[in-house]
């Protein structure tokens, strides 16, 4: 079930530069910026460009390239800030920690190789 809600998410607002947040990267339909709540030294919000897709499953069943599109994004920013060694997490639902619906993925990670992230990083993304 996809949202066509007419009131913009946050990262809507971000995409159309109404919000300033600190981007790391873009695609057309992809874009990444800096988490404004860290948990992690690295922590960095991937999202579609379309708020169409409330959560992870909706675009998994909804658009499956897009999502293959939004993890690859990801996997680009984790080589360049974490060495490649990264948690990539997806919250569904409001129990669950998710608090934009409008689907997006949190890299997390450290820039050293010797920092290992602790369960405290997986707190309400």
Known sequence: MSSTSAQPTIF???IAREIPATIVAETENIIA???IAPKA???VVVTTKDQQ???VVELAAGNPALLAELVAVAEQIAVERTNGQFRL???TGAAAGQTVFH???HVMGSPEPADVL???SLGAL
């Open 103 to 105: 689907v997006h993925a």
């Open 89 to 91: 997490v997806f919250n």
């Open 12 to 14: 809507s607002r971000i």
């Open 53 to 55: 897709y409330r959560n």
């Open 118 to 120: 602790g369960e405290d």
């Open 41 to 43: 030294p690295v922590h």
């Open 33 to 35: 910026f800096l988490d």
